[in-house]
């Protein structure tokens, strides 16, 4: 048995656990942690070798900023990110690589979105100040950076799926890459472009605080 399976005794346990230990580690200091070590040998798609491993380290990921894993190999100057939540997915039998790879359909399809109508309403309608966008809840009427391109009131997961099922789409079978910047991308530029055009011709948009978001949601659809 794994050393984090001795410690927790399900995902949930392990993923606080897991999270817990990252959180403590400045970023860019090397990660020795043998737990983490061990864990991100079961990463599903990414068949690490851990004697490779020049450093591990917690960095910043574009295009968000947000928090993520890192690893180089030594002679070598790629750098990589690696998901320690699919690790600990695998870990525990819970991987399905077919739902795993229409969730980062999914994301592509968001990510292709953001080129069109809802930056430019985001750039529109917040200040930038301080190096931060602020801008104003629509719901709660703070003003906050922490500040969202909502989907009102036709909410964003309806569109998609009315132009998922308009065109006969199967998420499986879109091609997606990763770029430079680690956003998933969408292959197909003529499917990609025929998305955007569709979604901003539809789409109506708020802005709200992430804790309204949250609340919000996909308004029940």
């Known amino acids: 048995m794994s050393n984090l399976k001795k410690e927790c005794k399900n995902m949930t346990n392990a993923n606080k656990f897991i999270s817990n ?22 990463h599903p798609t990414k068949q690490i070798k851990i004697d490779d491993i020049e450093w591990l380290k ?8 947000t928090e993520a894993l890192f690893y180089k190999y030594k002679n070598n100057e790629k750098v990589d990110d ?32 953001h080129i069109g109508t809802k930056k430019q309403f ?56 990763e770029n430079e910047n680690f956003e998933i991308r969408m292959k ?9 055009i569709y979604h901003d011709n539809l789409a109506n948009y708020r802005l709200l605080c992430k804790s309204c978001n949250s609340h919000f949601g996909c308004y029940n659809y």
């Open 82 to 113: 690696i998901s320690w939540k699919l690790c600990i997915k695998n870990l525990y039998g819970n991987y399905n690589r077919d739902k795993e790879y229409e969730n980062d359909v999914n994301s592509g399809f968001r990510n292709e979105s």
């Open 188 to 196: 197909n530029y003529e499917l990609a472009n025929k998305w955007r």
């Open 122 to 177: 985001f750039i529109d309608n917040t200040k930038l100040i301080e190096g931060k966008f602020m801008g104003v809840c629509n719901n709660c009427k703070i003003v906050t950076s922490d500040i969202t391109t909502d989907h009102y009131p036709l909410p964003y997961k309806e569109i998609l799926n009315i132009f998922i099922n308009e065109n006969n789409i199967k998420l499986i079978d879109i091609d997606i890459f």
């Open 21 to 42: 230990i990252l959180k403590s580690c400045n970023n860019d200091q090397n990660i020795e942690n043998i737990i983490i070590l061990e864990l991100i040998k079961y």
């Open 58 to 65: 917690m960095k910043k990921r574009p295009p968000f900023n």
